[in-house]
């Protein structure tokens, strides 16, 4: 008896995703060996913290898989990107990673929209507000290193900050009047 309750699209398009999360995290791991070789201890350790919850995405999206009756297939990882020149290129390789998954997530949302798997569409509303959370954290980076500019003694206190940043951001739809 076939319990298999994913259409082969979705099953193949979560495939297809749990592949761009552990390319994510190599991405992350590989940009974290950058950051520690340019001794930027705090950015090194915020970056592997973030190739671990991509691994983790990746684990999610393989039991959701299996759970669903259907046949997790992992296939070869794409290289990660080139090291970057400094840290403000570092952090727009973050952002624009970021941007490319919430692309993918979207079209699997779509996707699952489309053909009514109601479990699938549900199950990728996670990762939509993670999504909206790590573009979220990543611009809010960006703006920081545009302030700290090149200038040394800023850079380090950024450096140092990102040892105790949270990994996730504060989102808009949290937002009160109470607790802008």
Known sequence: MNTNRLSKT??????????????????????????????????????????????????????????????????????????????????????????DNTTWIYKLVKLSLTEEDWATWNFMQWFVKEQTEEETLAIELLDKIKVAGNEHSALYSFDRDLLGTPDDAKLAQDVTADKP
């Open 10 to 99: 979705i099953e193949a398009a979560l495939n297809a995703q749990m592949t761009k999360e552990a390319h994510a995290a190599q991405i992350y791991l590989s940009l974290g060996a950058w950051a520690d070789s340019q001794a930027f201890g705090g950015v090194s350790n915020f970056l592997f913290r973030h190739a671990q919850e991509e691994r983790n995405h990746m684990m999610k999206i393989l039991e959701y898989i299996l759970k669903r009756g259907g046949k997790v297939t992992v296939t070869a990882i794409p290289d990660p990107i080139p090291d970057p020149k400094n840290l403000q290129e570092c952090f727009e390789s973050v952002f624009k990673q970021e941007v």
